[in-house]
Structure formats: C-alpha cells, structure tokens
C-alpha cells in the first residue's frame, strides 16, 4: 500500500494521514450477485488517485475479476469517466454500475 | 414542472398525464414502454428492475434541466417502475407537455433515449423453466460496447507499434464523441449549403448574367409524370467557333478553305447577279435556295461547279450538306432531328420481303429439313 504522498491532502483534521481514506461501495445487479453483496466498505485508499486505481481496487476487494471491463465506477452518485483523476475523502460513495437497462 | 417518480407499484398514466397538463399547453406526448413477454426465441416469465435511487433520481432531474435547455417544453414527468413487474405492465411512462406538438414529440424521444444510456437502473429478466435469468443491457449504455473493444485491441497490438499513453499534451483534440460529432456534421452541413449557393447562383435563374461562367442556366421546373424536372436552356451562339463555316467537304478538296466568310459574300453577289437569270423557279424560292446554300456553306464549297439548275439537284445537295454538318458536330442533331429518319424509310421496301406460308407449307419445310438432317448424319459418319 501506497503511504499517502503529502499528509495535509485529506483535509479531514485530526485523521491519520497513513492510515488512508475509507469509502463505501454500494453494488448493483450483476456485480452485487457476483460479489454476493449490496454493499461494502474500503479502507485504506490513496486520497489523490485515478479511475483505473480505484477501479482495480474495488475489482480485487469485491472478486468482480469475472466481469471486469464491463462495469464502471460512479463517485457520489457521478459517472467517473476513464482516467479521471480523483480526490477521495473519508465516507464518498463508491458505486459499481454495470452496464445499464433502464426503461 | 418536473415530476420524477421511481414506484414500486404499477404506472397511472393518466394521473401523470394530469401532471403536466396546462390550459396553454396543445400538446401532451407519452411514451409508455412496456415488459415484453420473449427474448432470443425464449418465453421471458417476468422482470424484476433495480436503481441506484439518489443517483437515478439525480441524473433524471439532470435529463429534465436538459430537455429544457433544448426544447420550450411545459411540464415533464418520468416515472419508472422498480420491483417485480409483470409482463405487458409499463415499467417507464415518460409525459411532456409543450404549447405545440413538435418540441413534446421530440423531448419525449430524446428524453427514453438518454434515460436508457444515462440512469442507472437495471432490469433483469427472468425465463420460463430451467431457472435462468440474465441482467440485460442498453444498447444506449455508451461504455458497454467501447472499453472491451479497446482493451481487446490494446492486447492485439502491443507488441505492434501502437503507442498505448500518449501525453496529454500531445492531444490537440479533446471534445467528447457527442462534441466531434456535432463539429462533424456542423461541417458537412455548411458545406452542403455553400455547395447549394453556388450552384444556385451559376446555374438557376440568371442566364444572363455577368458574374457566371455556367453555359446552362437550369430551373427546376415539377412535371406530372416525367423524371426529368430540370428545364434547360443552351447556349446558342451569335458568334464564335461553332458558327463558322465547316471548311471540309468530301466533293471539294481544299481550295476555298481560307476565309469563308468572305468568300461566302462575294458568292451571294455574284449569285445575285447570275443565276436569277438562269434559273427558272419563281424569285422567291430561288432567293431561299440560294439563302439555304451560303448558310450552309455550299455555294463557297463549289466555287469550280456551276450551282445545278433542277431545283431537286440543289434541294438533294442541301441535304446532304446537312446530313454531312450533322455527322461531323453532332449537337446540331436536335435541331436536324427529322433529316436522319428519310433514310430508314427508303431501305425498308428493300430489307423485308414477306411471304406468307401456309400450314402445309410450314409442315413441308420441317419435313424436308428433317429429311435433309437425316440424309446428312449418316453421309458424314462414314465419310
């Protein structure tokens, strides 16, 4: 695990810089049934990461290795868009959103 | 007014019809999409739809702020269904209302569309029997189709030449596909209408005109029943290479081929003073004769033969003179249309002989071919 490369990044007072940012991941349709959950939490993320970091990460955590490419990642309720950028803070919400069938 | 609902129980279209009715609106459009009961030949059983609800309902009200930014559209009201629901139940009931049909019909397309590629919901259909089911996908989900196929290529070449990161600062180009197509077609589209002014400035309308170098002039002119709707006018010079005199001709070679027109001239005088007295047909036709034959160039062309004194004769040599001018430029056909068709009449006496045969006469002929065959076979076999 990366340590965090500048500790006053988090902005979240009195944190543990090393200890990293945990969010919670919400997962639906296909990736809940494959992950066997609705919902889960990561800890000890990078606060300044990219897409394809934090895309990996979610992938390992959660077994979704099976249908990986297919899904991506929205951050508090926002598409996050292939290699974005991203500023994590303590309590964001991850979601996995596989390909949609709305409507 | 926007009006977004995610319901678990069935869709009241009228109730949401009554949403966004207003005494200034003369159009209330609907889109009503309903759970099909097979898929791939398979008897689907029912379908069960799950949403990210915040963000289903934030990036709705996104789709709403939208259409309005696109269309004058009064009230909107999307309603989508969750849970289990039967088959040939609504699972989206979609209602715009607009002052006039046009933006509502619209916005209520626009609006299925976008919902199917940007909402997170999903639906997952389960079959008859054997206990299957699957999580389907929108064709409208952009990153569906696009990030396998890239990756797959990715792996294809990268033992190729193929540069997997390039800089950023390297990308001049960095509008969104939806941009790039818009630019494209922003292009084309001025480029269709420079296209048209110009064509519409050389070739409708002004056949006169200074600015236009265009030796037609077209104006599109609708005809029942005809394919063609272009009227054409053609350029019919006074002066210039096409009305000069054709100095070649089969029955005189060469020497009265330097200046035509002059020579042309002095014929008509010397013409005038002659032949009047020779000839004997009235005045008047002797005039159109001899008019006939400068204009074509004849008279200039026979310097060394007298002009025939049988009017035929000369009749005979204008024809041909005109048959012979056609054949060398044939744009003066349509105007010698009629000349042409003298010849096949002549020849037809002479090319069908008909006979009439009679039954008998037709049996006989069969016979004696027959016979003919039959008498030749065996010849050329011992032979």
Known sequence: ?103 | MDHLKLVKCEINVVELMKLVSSPSCGATSMFVGTTRDNFEGKTVKKLIYEAYEGMAEKSMKKLCDDIRSRWKVHGIAICHRLGEVAIEEASIAIVISSEHRAESLQAVQYAIDTLKAEVPIWKKEEYEGSNESAWKENKESSWIKTEPAESVVCDDDSDGDVVDIVPPDLIQVKADDAELKRRMEAFMDFKRNQVNFSNIRDFCGNANSELSCARVDAVVVRQKGSKGHLRVRRVLNKTGPQTQGIELWPQAAGPSSTTPLMQGKKQKLEVAASVNSTSDCPPAVEERLRNAELHLGLNQCQNNRPVPKDVYARLKDLEDRILFLEGVSPEYSHVLTKVPKIEPEDKKPRLFKKRVYSVDDLDKKMRDLENVIKNNSPQKSTT
């Open chain 1, 1 to 103: 695990m990366a340590p965090p490369q500048r500790g006053e990044v988090g902005g979240q007072g009195g944190q543990d810089p090393p200890a990293g940012v945990s969010v919670r991941v919400l997962l639906f349709a296909g990736a809940r049934e494959l992950a066997g959950t609705a919902e889960g939490v990561l800890t000890g993320l990078p606060a300044d990461t990219d897409e394809a970091a934090l895309l990996q990460r979610v992938t390992e955590a959660f077994s979704l290795h099976a249908m990986a490419g297919t899904f991506i990642l929205a951050l508090n309720q926002d598409f996050v868009a292939a290699g974005d950028a991203l500023r994590l803070r303590d309590g964001d919400e991850v979601a996995v959103i596989p390909p949609l069938s709305g409507g």
